[in-house]
Protein backbone atom coordinates (compact mmCIF):
# COMPACT_ATOMS: atom_id res chain seq x y z
CA UNK A 1 0.00 0.00 0.00
CA UNK A 2 1.50 3.01 -0.82
CA UNK A 3 2.46 5.79 1.98
CA UNK A 4 3.59 9.47 1.28
CA UNK A 5 5.42 11.02 3.79
CA UNK A 6 6.25 14.86 3.82
CA UNK A 7 9.04 15.69 6.76
CA UNK A 8 8.88 18.02 8.66
CA UNK A 9 5.78 18.73 9.20
CA UNK A 10 5.96 22.73 9.92
CA UNK A 11 8.88 24.96 9.14
CA UNK A 12 10.22 28.75 9.38
CA UNK A 13 12.43 30.56 7.91
CA UNK A 14 13.75 34.42 7.06
CA UNK A 15 12.95 35.92 4.14
CA UNK A 16 15.27 35.18 1.38
CA UNK A 17 16.48 31.95 2.47
CA UNK A 18 16.44 29.06 -0.07
CA UNK A 19 14.35 26.14 0.99
CA UNK A 20 13.80 22.65 0.42
CA UNK A 21 10.85 20.65 0.84
CA UNK A 22 10.49 16.44 1.25
CA UNK A 23 8.24 14.20 -0.09
CA UNK A 24 8.75 10.36 0.69
CA UNK A 25 6.60 7.18 -1.36
CA UNK A 26 6.92 3.57 -0.47
CA UNK A 27 6.16 2.52 -3.82
CA UNK A 28 7.72 3.55 -6.67
CA UNK A 29 5.19 2.15 -9.38
CA UNK A 30 3.59 5.71 -9.63
CA UNK A 31 2.90 7.87 -13.11
CA UNK A 32 3.40 11.29 -11.50
CA UNK A 33 4.08 13.08 -8.82
CA UNK A 34 2.29 16.28 -8.11
CA UNK A 35 2.95 18.97 -5.85
CA UNK A 36 0.45 21.86 -4.29
CA UNK A 37 0.53 24.50 -2.57
CA UNK A 38 -2.55 25.10 0.16
CA UNK A 39 -3.34 28.79 1.73
CA UNK A 40 -5.66 28.32 4.73
CA UNK A 41 -9.29 27.70 4.29
CA UNK A 42 -8.52 27.24 0.41
CA UNK A 43 -8.59 24.66 -2.30
CA UNK A 44 -4.98 23.44 -3.54
CA UNK A 45 -3.48 25.03 -6.32
CA UNK A 46 -1.33 23.01 -8.44
CA UNK A 47 2.37 24.10 -8.80
CA UNK A 48 4.31 21.07 -10.72
CA UNK A 49 3.19 18.08 -12.65
CA UNK A 50 6.71 15.80 -12.70
CA UNK A 51 5.76 12.80 -14.58
CA UNK A 52 7.55 9.38 -14.21
CA UNK A 53 10.15 9.88 -16.66
CA UNK A 54 11.31 12.81 -15.86
CA UNK A 55 13.88 13.96 -12.96
CA UNK A 56 12.68 17.78 -12.40
CA UNK A 57 10.47 20.41 -13.41
CA UNK A 58 10.87 24.13 -12.67
CA UNK A 59 8.34 27.02 -12.93
CA UNK A 60 10.02 30.15 -11.67
CA UNK A 61 11.76 30.03 -8.45
CA UNK A 62 10.48 26.88 -7.59
CA UNK A 63 12.24 23.59 -9.16
CA UNK A 64 10.81 20.00 -8.31
CA UNK A 65 12.93 16.47 -8.61
CA UNK A 66 11.73 13.13 -8.81
CA UNK A 67 13.84 10.19 -7.91
CA UNK A 68 11.62 7.27 -8.22
CA UNK A 69 14.23 4.39 -7.43
CA UNK A 70 14.91 6.13 -3.63
CA UNK A 71 11.46 6.74 -3.34
CA UNK A 72 11.69 10.42 -2.73
CA UNK A 73 10.66 14.05 -4.34
CA UNK A 74 12.10 17.42 -2.93
CA UNK A 75 10.41 21.11 -3.95
CA UNK A 76 13.21 23.75 -3.94
CA UNK A 77 12.09 27.37 -3.35
CA UNK A 78 14.60 29.53 -4.13
CA UNK A 79 14.71 33.29 -2.54
CA UNK A 80 11.75 32.97 0.09
CA UNK A 81 9.16 35.50 0.43
CA UNK A 82 6.80 35.92 3.03
CA UNK A 83 3.75 35.18 0.30
CA UNK A 84 5.35 31.81 0.18
CA UNK A 85 3.63 30.88 3.34
CA UNK A 86 0.71 27.79 2.71
CA UNK A 87 1.11 24.71 3.29
CA UNK A 88 2.43 22.55 0.77
CA UNK A 89 1.74 18.95 -0.07
CA UNK A 90 2.38 16.10 -2.34
CA UNK A 91 0.92 14.09 -3.95
CA UNK A 92 1.71 10.74 -5.79
CA UNK A 93 -0.43 8.88 -9.20
CA UNK A 94 -0.78 5.12 -8.38
CA UNK A 95 -2.57 2.69 -10.53
CA UNK A 96 -6.09 3.78 -8.92
CA UNK A 97 -5.50 7.12 -7.13
CA UNK A 98 -3.54 9.64 -5.89
CA UNK A 99 -2.08 9.34 -2.45
CA UNK A 100 -1.48 12.81 -0.77
CA UNK A 101 1.25 13.48 2.16
CA UNK A 102 0.05 15.32 5.23
CA UNK A 103 2.07 18.72 3.85
CA UNK A 104 4.67 21.00 5.45
CA UNK A 105 3.24 24.48 6.88
CA UNK A 106 5.87 26.86 5.66
CA UNK A 107 6.32 30.24 7.41
CA UNK A 108 8.43 32.70 5.54
CA UNK A 109 9.05 35.83 7.98
CA UNK A 110 9.83 39.69 6.88
CA UNK B 1 -6.97 27.69 -17.87
CA UNK B 2 -8.76 24.90 -16.11
CA UNK B 3 -11.55 26.01 -13.30
CA UNK B 4 -13.07 23.65 -11.29
CA UNK B 5 -16.02 25.45 -9.49
CA UNK B 6 -18.02 23.93 -5.94
CA UNK B 7 -21.20 25.25 -5.54
CA UNK B 8 -20.94 26.43 -1.34
CA UNK B 9 -17.56 28.06 0.50
CA UNK B 10 -19.46 27.37 3.37
CA UNK B 11 -22.63 25.61 4.43
CA UNK B 12 -23.89 24.84 7.94
CA UNK B 13 -26.56 22.05 8.55
CA UNK B 14 -28.25 20.03 11.30
CA UNK B 15 -28.00 16.49 12.03
CA UNK B 16 -30.13 14.15 10.09
CA UNK B 17 -30.91 16.59 6.96
CA UNK B 18 -29.90 15.41 3.60
CA UNK B 19 -27.13 17.65 2.34
CA UNK B 20 -26.05 18.06 -1.66
CA UNK B 21 -22.89 19.73 -2.48
CA UNK B 22 -21.84 19.97 -6.15
CA UNK B 23 -18.80 20.79 -8.28
CA UNK B 24 -18.46 21.85 -12.22
CA UNK B 25 -15.63 21.81 -13.93
CA UNK B 26 -15.30 23.78 -17.58
CA UNK B 27 -11.94 21.14 -19.30
CA UNK B 28 -13.85 18.23 -20.54
CA UNK B 29 -11.87 16.28 -18.19
CA UNK B 30 -13.19 12.50 -17.63
CA UNK B 31 -11.98 11.89 -14.19
CA UNK B 32 -13.99 13.77 -11.16
CA UNK B 33 -12.91 13.35 -7.22
CA UNK B 34 -14.14 14.24 -4.07
CA UNK B 35 -12.37 14.15 -0.98
CA UNK B 36 -12.44 15.14 2.75
CA UNK B 37 -9.64 16.96 4.38
CA UNK B 38 -9.33 17.17 8.29
CA UNK B 39 -6.56 18.13 9.96
CA UNK B 40 -3.97 15.66 11.08
CA UNK B 41 -5.40 13.04 8.82
CA UNK B 42 -4.36 15.10 5.38
CA UNK B 43 -7.37 14.73 2.36
CA UNK B 44 -8.87 11.02 1.98
CA UNK B 45 -11.04 9.99 -1.13
CA UNK B 46 -14.41 9.53 -1.23
CA UNK B 47 -15.95 9.07 -4.21
CA UNK B 48 -14.35 9.37 -7.38
CA UNK B 49 -16.02 8.84 -11.11
CA UNK B 50 -14.04 8.54 -14.65
CA UNK B 51 -17.25 8.84 -16.68
CA UNK B 52 -21.12 9.91 -16.71
CA UNK B 53 -22.97 7.79 -14.43
CA UNK B 54 -19.42 5.55 -13.25
CA UNK B 55 -18.48 5.69 -9.48
CA UNK B 56 -15.99 4.07 -7.36
CA UNK B 57 -16.08 3.64 -4.15
CA UNK B 58 -12.93 5.26 -2.66
CA UNK B 59 -10.87 4.58 1.20
CA UNK B 60 -14.36 6.17 2.98
CA UNK B 61 -17.51 6.09 1.09
CA UNK B 62 -19.54 5.05 4.13
CA UNK B 63 -22.25 7.91 5.15
CA UNK B 64 -21.91 8.88 1.50
CA UNK B 65 -23.15 8.72 -2.27
CA UNK B 66 -22.82 10.44 -5.58
CA UNK B 67 -23.82 11.53 -8.75
CA UNK B 68 -22.54 11.97 -12.14
CA UNK B 69 -25.34 12.70 -14.54
CA UNK B 70 -23.14 15.23 -16.50
CA UNK B 71 -19.77 15.10 -17.62
CA UNK B 72 -18.96 18.38 -15.92
CA UNK B 73 -20.89 18.20 -12.64
CA UNK B 74 -20.17 15.91 -9.78
CA UNK B 75 -22.51 15.69 -6.65
CA UNK B 76 -22.05 14.72 -3.10
CA UNK B 77 -24.66 13.46 -1.22
CA UNK B 78 -24.76 13.09 2.62
CA UNK B 79 -28.11 11.03 3.20
CA UNK B 80 -28.65 11.85 6.49
CA UNK B 81 -25.98 14.27 7.91
CA UNK B 82 -24.02 13.60 11.01
CA UNK B 83 -21.65 15.57 13.48
CA UNK B 84 -18.89 13.62 11.90
CA UNK B 85 -18.64 14.66 8.79
CA UNK B 86 -17.91 18.43 9.43
CA UNK B 87 -14.90 18.90 7.64
CA UNK B 88 -13.88 20.55 4.37
CA UNK B 89 -14.66 19.18 1.56
CA UNK B 90 -12.69 19.25 -2.07
CA UNK B 91 -13.77 18.51 -5.35
CA UNK B 92 -10.75 17.64 -7.97
CA UNK B 93 -10.62 16.41 -11.76
CA UNK B 94 -8.32 15.34 -14.22
CA UNK B 95 -7.97 14.22 -17.57
CA UNK B 96 -8.37 10.61 -18.73
CA UNK B 97 -5.26 10.26 -21.71
CA UNK B 98 -3.67 7.37 -22.79
CA UNK B 99 -0.77 8.27 -20.89
CA UNK B 100 -1.79 8.57 -17.26
CA UNK B 101 2.16 10.25 -16.52
CA UNK B 102 0.21 13.47 -17.81
CA UNK B 103 -2.72 13.84 -15.48
CA UNK B 104 -2.43 16.61 -13.27
CA UNK B 105 -5.41 16.75 -10.75
CA UNK B 106 -7.33 20.49 -10.16
CA UNK B 107 -9.07 21.66 -7.28
CA UNK B 108 -12.01 23.67 -6.66
CA UNK B 109 -11.95 26.01 -3.58
CA UNK B 110 -13.55 24.03 -1.03
CA UNK B 111 -16.95 23.49 0.81
CA UNK B 112 -16.35 23.91 4.61
CA UNK B 113 -19.48 21.70 6.30
CA UNK B 114 -20.63 22.42 9.56
CA UNK B 115 -23.11 20.08 10.84
CA UNK B 116 -24.58 20.91 14.22
Known amino acids: KQEVTQIPAALSVPEGENLVLNCSFT??????LQWFRQDPGKGLTSLLLIQSSQREQTSGRLNASLDKSSGRSTLYIAASQPGDSATYLCAALGTYKYIFGTGTRLKVLA | DVKVTQSSRYLVKRTGEKVFLECVQDMDHENMFWYRQDPGLGLRLIYFSYDVKMKEKGDIPEGYSVSREKKERFSLILESASTNQTSMYLC???????????????FGPGTRLTVL
Open chain 1, 27 to 32: DSAIYN
Open chain 2, 92 to 106: ASTSAGTDRSYNEQF
